[in-house]
């Protein structure tokens, strides 16, 4: 197929695709209302996501950054920051997704910066988030590969970079089929900078055929998460680092539903060597927090629940934190941090950078997805910065070692943190400097 031929098809995708967005829309509605119904979406500022705004718009150039969710919105953070102290001409548009992200990154911003639920791909939605907000140029972090979004953009003659970029293997063994390849190419072609996490994504992009010439590196975006532990809850984060004073303590971060049973059973094997134990277990979702502790109040346990500010007294044998949004600083309370996400199927793990960067020992298990890239990277640097384990058996071994040898424990906590440092160093500078290049220099001279 040539490339007018291309182009062609990948034009006639595209109008299939708004044709059977603007179609569904009205379902898109119920849905939403369903999903607000169920607290999965802001009880009063949902109508956000059909683009509609609730704060105004201010004058001069406006500059819009868009991620999902938290991960990839706590990721922008140091480049919004960056883009503040630099660039004070520039307004800047902040959304996101999820009202997770919401309650968390609405008190990280600077000031100044505007915050709202990002629109839904939808016709109309997006129509009237870019006429309302006409934003000069749009960043957008990771995967949010939106056709509406993109190809609407381009047409009103809006910038469009993508940062952290990043495709599933499942989304690149879609896209990359010759029904879909050329809608996803003719999209990449209106991006004016395209900044994957890794060597290998890049080199999926270049296979969905991303135009070479924007193809450009600057490490990934979350080893730059500022790890402040003062920006935390600092005296409930002292008190609690008071109480596990002379106890051995580990953490379980990220875990989804399933995998606190490999957390439980390692949790068994190991107290009967360490009485004093306390296990931390900080879910994914608090929900899910509150859950294990209701089970294992259930069985005896004494549990403290983060969400109830309960202290660790003697006999607590598990913290469960079930909020949302301290995790980075929380990493401090333990020298052992193992990261879910990873140790079942279909998982495809977290970041474990903050954990690194907090100077713990960084253990997960096999199931890490897209996050190999960064398991991989700080194993070169140093083979001992991140153990990998397969269950339970693995788990609770690698754990009594780190127990029973503190000079093992202090070298893998110092391995991570200096992978982590000589993986961050310049990263924020680097994509300021290519979103500097190849977007906001256009923007200044339009």
Same mark, same amino acid.
């Given at each position: ?14 109008? !299939? %695709? ?7 829309? @009205? ?19 949902? =109508? ?43 307004? !800047?548009?902040? +959304? ?10 609405? /008190?990280?911003? @600077?000031?100044?910066?505007? %915050?709202? $639920? ?9 129509? /009237? ?5 006409? =934003? ?10 939106? #056709? ?41 072609? &209106?991006?004016?900078?395209?900044? =994957? ?7 999926? $992009?270049? !296979? ?6 924007? !193809?450009? $590196? ?26 596990? *004073? ?38 994914? %979702? ?56 990873? $140790?079942? #199927? ?17 253990? +997960? ?26 269950? +339970? ?7 009594? &070692? ?14 991570? &943190? ?6 961050? *160093? ?11 290049? %190849?977007?906001?220099? *256009?923007?200044?001279? &339009?």
């Amino acid at each position: 197929m040539d490339a007018t031929a291309a182009r062609n098809r990948g034009m006639l995708l595209y109008k !299939i %695709y708004r044709a059977f967005t603007y179609a569904v829309t @009205p379902l898109v509605r119920l849905h939403m209302q369903w999903r607000r119904l169920l607290g999965l979406e802001h009880p009063n500022r949902w =109508p956000e996501r059909f683009g509609w705004p609730s704060v105004p718009r201010p004058s001069g150039r406006l500059l819009w950054f868009h991620a999902v969710s938290l991960g990839e919105g706590m990721a922008a953070i140091p480049v919004i920051k960056r883009c503040v102290e630099c660039r004070p001409d520039l307004s !800047i548009l902040m +959304t996101t997704t999820t009202l997770s992200a919401f309650e968390v990154i609405k /008190n990280q911003l @600077p000031n100044g910066v505007l %915050y709202q $639920f990002s629109p839904l791909d939808t016709p109309a939605a997006v129509d /009237n988030f870019l006429d309302y907000w006409k =934003p000069n140029a749009i960043v957008i972090l990771e995967s949010e590969l939106w #056709p509406n979004l993109i190809m609407g953009s381009s047409r009103k003659g809006i910038l469009l970079a993508l940062l952290n970029a990043r495709v599933s293997m499942k989304s690149f063994r879609l896209w990359s089929q010759p029904v879909l390849l050329p809608l996803i190419s003719l999209m990449l072609s &209106k991006f004016s900078l395209i900044i =994957p996490l890794s060597t290998l994504q890049a080199i999926h $992009f270049q !296979i969905l055929q991303a135009p070479p010439a924007i !193809i450009n $590196f600057s490490g990934d975006l979350k080893y730059a998460v500022e790890y402040d532990a003062s920006n935390g809850e600092t005296g409930s984060i002292d008190d609690l680092k008071g109480e596990l *004073t002379h106890r051995q303590v580990w953490m379980a971060a990220s875990i989804h539903r399933g995998e606190e049973q490999v957390v439980l059973e390692a949790h068994e094997a190991l107290i009967q060597k360490y009485p004093d134990l306390v296990t931390i277990i900080v879910p994914r %979702y608090g929900q899910h927090g509150q859950d294990i502790a209701q089970e294992l109040q259930k069985e005896g346990n004494i549990v403290a629940l983060r969400s109830q500010r309960q202290r660790i007294v003697p006999g607590t044998q598990f913290y469960v934190v079930d909020t949302i949004g301290e995790l980075r600083h929380l990493y401090g309370l333990s020298p052992i941090a193992v990261i879910g996400g990873s $140790f079942l #199927p279909g998982l495809a793990g977290h970041n474990i950078s903050e954990a690194a960067a907090a100077g713990c020992a960084v253990l +997960t298990g096999y199931h890490v997805g897209h996050f190999l890239h960064m398991v991989k990277e700080m194993q070169a640097l140093n083979p001992l910065s991140v153990m990998q384990v397969s269950g +339970t058996l693995e788990l609770q071994g690698a754990i009594m &070692k780190l127990f029973g040898d503190p000079k093992v424990l202090e070298a893998r906590r110092m391995a991570a &943190k200096q992978a982590f440092c000589a993986l961050s *160093t310049d990263i924020i500078s680097n994509v300021w400097n290519h979103l500097n290049f %190849y977007i906001l220099e *256009t923007v200044a001279r &339009k």
